[in-house]
T-cell receptor, first 113, second 117 residues
Framework: AQSVSQHNHHVILSEAASLELGCNYS??????LFWYVQYPGQHLQLLLK??????LVKGIKGFEAEFIKSKFSFNLRKPSVQWSDTAEYFC???????????FGTGTQLKVEL | DTGVSQDPRHKITKRGQNVTFRCDPI?????LYWYRQTLGQGPEFLTY????????KSRLLSDRFSAERPKGSFSTLEIQRTEQGDSAMYLC???????????????FGPGTRLTVL
């Protein structure tokens, strides 16, 4: 069965530091990839998505992610984090032309002033 | 676009009671999904509707769980004879059916937090 792995469970950064959160998926066929964010007390919101084409996708709030097919990865990056980026980040995939999202376990990011 | 709404936001019940949750998708979205999220985990897929048809159910959806979408708009998720293990956040998402179904994007509601005592 397909799975999504996020290896960083908790990340603490200082403001202005660069961010990279890892995401790997296990599926050899067509895959659509997503990053969702959940700010404290709020619901899941879409950050960015990849369907096809340019493997470097840009999302909201300065986030970007790169799809590397050979590494089965879709890492999330931001060059300079802000305190307001404190949230939980989820990587998710839809595989094989299906409909359901398979989520990773999430990464809790804390940005300190 | 008012987003996906869910009701109630919180539900506390005693073991053995039945509970029902409602989800109103983004208007004109014809796909609706239910997920369950427990502490420290990502959401897990439960079931999916396209219009009023329930097209897929997870093995997580035991026979105590039933979901409906009678008119292809709002959906309800009922849990009968609740157990403590049912305590979780129940999330609803909706999406449209674009010409290219491989570009479907799901938008989530705020969830219903269920606590079974």
């Amino acid at each position: 069965a397909q799975s999504v792995s996020q290896h960083n469970h908790h990340v603490i950064l200082s403001e202005a530091a660069s961010l990279e959160l890892g995401c790997n998926y296990s599926y050899g066929g067509t895959v659509n990839l997503f990053w969702y964010v959940q700010y404290p007390g709020q619901h899941l919101q879409l950050l960015l998505k990849y369907f096809s084409g340019d493997p470097l996708v840009k999302g909201i709030k300065g986030f970007e992610a790169e799809f590397i097919k050979s590494k089965f990865s879709f890492n999330l990056r931001k060059p300079s984090v802000q305190w307001s980026d404190t949230a939980e980040y989820f990587c998710a995939a839809v595989t094989g032309g299906g409909n359901k999202l398979t989520f990773g376990t999430g990464t809790q990011l804390k940005v300190e002033l | 676009d008012t987003g996906v709404s869910q009701d109630p936001r919180h539900k506390i019940t005693k073991r053995g009671q039945n509970v029902t949750f409602r989800c109103d998708p983004i208007s004109e979205h014809n796909r609706l999904y239910w997920y369950r999220q427990t502490l420290g985990q990502g959401p897990e897929f439960l079931t999916y509707f396209q219009n009023e048809a329930q097209l897929e159910k997870s093995r997580l959806l035991s026979d105590r769980f039933s979901a409906e979408r009678p008119k292809g708009s709002f959906s309800t998720l009922e849990i009968q004879r609740t157990e403590q293990g049912d305590s979780a956040m129940y999330l609803c998402a909706s999406s449209s059916n674009p010409r290219d179904r491989n570009r479907d994007t799901q938008y989530f509601g705020p969830g219903t937090r269920l606590t079974v005592l």
